[in-house]
Nanobody, 115 residues
């Protein structure tokens, strides 16, 4: 069984940075595909970034060049580094793990970008 706990969200100014953490309990993280999603008020949840177990990454066009997904298998931790933040990045962010044909989700963390 897998449980995901997120942290690192908060308030940032436009042009600032935030770093999100997602710590996985249970086994299987090393062989899991991982991803970050976000959902802004009134909008559908969208894929922000994902990484395969072979380190292949995919980013939404809106965040390319600004966000970076990474992982530390030894610490069972998934990261999202967010730089050059824009107000439109304001959303609830969710970490995701796909393993053994099942999806697991973090609780969500609010990130607000505002002056």
């Amino acid at each position: 069984q897998v449980q995901l706990v997120e942290s690192g969200g908060g308030l940032a100014q436009p042009g600032g940075s935030l770093r999100l953490f997602c710590i996985a309990s249970g086994s299987g993280f090393r062989i899991a595909a991982v991803a970050w999603y976000r959902q802004a008020p009134g909008k559908e949840r969208e894929l922000v970034a994902r990484m395969s177990t072979t380190a292949t990454t995919t980013y939404a066009d809106s965040v390319k060049g600004r966000f970076t997904i990474s992982r530390d298998n030894a610490k069972n931790t998934l990261y999202l580094q967010m730089n050059s933040l824009k107000p439109e990045d304001t959303a609830v962010y969710y970490c995701n793990i796909y393993i053994n044909r099942l999806d697991y989700w973090g609780q969500g963390t609010q990130d607000t970008v505002s002056s």
